[in-house]
Structures are given as C-alpha cells and as structure tokens.
C-alpha cells in the first residue's frame, strides 16, 4: 500500500512538535526567578533573559538576573543587556509629568534618588543609572556578568529568525527592548510566536482614588508608564498574538501556608523564595509566565483593539485604552485580554516550579 501526504499535511505535522523557546525580559530582583522556573517547568527553553530598566536601573536588574541563575545551577542560560534608558523618558521629566498629573504611589527607576533606603538594601532609582548597589543582591553578589556581545533586541531579532513562530517574547517590566527590535527589523514582530506581557490596567481609576495607598500600588502601571512610547510600539506590532495579563495580575496572592509548603523543598530557589518573597503583593509575572506556558489557565478573557496613551499633556500617559473593532481608530490591533484564571491551577503550577526547580543538567 502507498501512501500519499500533502506538504501541508506535513507543516502542520512538524508545528504541533516545533519546539517552544522563550526569551525573557524583565526587571528582575532577588526573588524575581519564578517566572522562568514556571517557563522550564512548562518544557520551554529558556533562550535568555533580558534586563531592562523598570522598577530599577537595568545594569542593576541584569546582575540580579545572572545572581539567581547562578543560585540554581543554571547559568547555561545567557543573560542580555537591554536598553539602560527608555526611549524618551527620564526621570526629571517622570517627575515634571508627576507635578501636573499627581504622583504614582511606586514610581519604579524614577523615584528620587535614596541613598538611605540603598544602604538599606534597596536597589537603586534615579541619580546614576550604571551605579550597582550591592547591599539589594541578598541571594548573593553574581561571580559572573551579562553577555555583551549583543543587545537584547538584537539577540531577539537574531532567535525570531532562527527559530519562526517557535519564540516567545515574554515582557514584565519595560517595552524598550521589545519596542527597538520593532524597529531594527520589520520581520521581528511576525515572526515570533507571541508577545505575553504583564501590565496594561483598565477601568480602575476608581480604586486608585478611593481605596488605600497599598490598593493604588497595585493598578501602578509602571511597566509601560516607564516608556510609555516603547509600550505603544511593540503593543501595535504584528505580533501573531499579544496577551496582556493586566488586571489578572492582581487576582491571585501568596499566603503564608503556600510559603511554608514551598520551603520545605530542600533548594536554593525555594528557600529565596520563602525568605524574601514579599506576601503583601500578588503574583504580577507569576501569572504571566503562566499563561505563555499554558494559556487555557484563562477563564475569562476577550478580543479587545488596543492603544497606549502617548501624550505627555494626558493624566493618563502611559496607560492603555481598549476599543470595539467598529470603534478602534487606525493603526492599532486586536489583542487577547485576560480578566481571570484558574487561581489553583497557576499557586499549583508555580508551587511546582519552586519545589522542583530545573537546573542545566536537566536541560542538556
């Protein structure tokens, strides 16, 4: 008997196997690792991690990123340098916006300058953004640095070519290095798999104004007010798909039980995790991270056209508007929204990570 298969047939074949890749750009910190335990815990590979400056400066956040790989055995992963400043913004012109607009309850990298609270073991806002603070490394100082040997937009643009519709791009701080690659290469964007992002309120203006200071924190936008014409690129790029884990974000906490179950695995992340994870806030690039891995944890989301307000006169700079197709204005696109998720499926899945975390002899 001889059999026939279409070259289609044979494509979609070879998709449903291709392998899933991520590339991870964060603002990271000492217990900022969880997002890429989830995605190795998910089967992905971890191509980099990226650092950009968000609730830090980024040289600081890309010693942070090479400090946690190294707690874990797992420094096979490279970590590349992003863009240090955003593509306009400041933090004299942050603050010069906050005289007019009020001031934003965390203001991220461009909080005025607190030598106080670095020698605490704060990591640094403000004043000189290539000063390292050494004091905020509390999982310990990395003996290793950053790979310089090319910038995280051009190593993105580099894997989205080698590997089409196979990489992630995987955003929970700034969208600077997301947005320049936008720009170093018309082709980037498209041939991703997927832009996921942490960030992008709606409709919570409200609980800003009426609920505690600590329930403001919370809808703080900081991630793409930091650069909010980055946020506006690369959230209107051809990405196949974009998903935005705004409000979402805010839905699911850790609790002490789930602390005291994650510490009794005998591992360096576990441990880290339990000692410096702050409770008093969600799972902001947990739930991310999440929904790259597995995005049917959604339980609730919609198509929605969306925009980034780019206009430094507006109270609302930086912030994201959404629109119905019939109402959208021209050159935006449709992305995928997420109201909610399975909470126990993502504590389950990020539990997971923590207690049986990979290391690089696990990935060879």
Not at 3 to 32: C, E, P, Q
Not at 145 to 167: C, D, I, L, W
Request: proline share 6%; hydrophobic share 45%.
């Amino acid at each position: 008997m001889h059999w026939r298969v279409s070259l289609s047939a044979l494509s979609l074949a070879a998709g449903a196997f291709a392998k899933h890749y991520a590339i991870m750009d964060n603002d990271w910190y000492t217990a900022g690792f969880v997002p890429y335990l989830i995605a190795l815990d998910g089967d992905i590979d971890v191509l980099a991690l990226a650092s950009d400056t968000a609730n830090s400066w980024q040289p600081q956040v890309a010693l942070h990123a090479v400090a946690t790989l190294e707690a874990g055995n797992l420094s096979c992963i490279p970590v590349y340098p992003g863009a240090t400043w955003p593509l306009i913004n400041t933090p004299e012109r942050f603050q010069a916006w906050e005289t007019t607009h009020g001031k934003l309850p965390w203001e991220g990298a461009f909080a005025p300058e607190n030598a106080t609270a670095e020698a605490a073991g704060n990591d640094p806002t403000s004043g000189d953004p290539n000063r390292i603070v050494k004091a905020a490394f509390k999982e310990g100082f990395p003996k290793g640095r950053p790979n310089n040997s090319t910038s995280a937009a051009n190593f993105m643009v580099e894997m989205v070519h080698k590997y089409p519709g196979q990489v992630s791009i995987y955003s929970a701080g700034a969208l600077t290095n997301v947005a320049l690659a936008v720009r170093m290469d018309p082709e980037f964007a498209s041939l991703a798999k997927q832009l996921v992002i942490m960030g992008g309120y709606v409709d919570l203006n409200m609980l800003e104004a009426t609920g505690s200071i600590m329930l403001a924190d919370y809808q703080s936008d900081i991630n793409l007010m930091i650069d909010p014409e980055a946020s506006k690129i690369a959230l209107t790029a051809d990405f196949p798909n974009i998903t935005i884990a705004g409000n979402v974000a805010n839905q699911v906490f850790p609790t002490q039980k789930f602390v005291d179950e994650v510490k009794t695995a005998d591992n360096a992340y576990a441990q880290l995790f339990a000692k410096y994870y702050d409770l008093s806030f969600p799972f902001w690039d947990e739930t991310a991270a999440a929904l790259m891995v597995d995005p049917t944890i959604a339980t609730n989301q919609t198509s929605v056209y969306l925009d980034v307000d780019t206009s430094y006169g507006s109270p609302n700079y930086g912030n994201i508007h959404v629109y119905q197709k019939a109402l959208a204005p021209g050159g935006i696109r449709e992305v995928n929204y997420v109201f909610e998720v399975d909470a126990k499926r993502l504590t389950e899945r990020i539990k997971h990570s923590l207690m049986h975390p990979k290391a690089c002899a696990d990935l060879e």
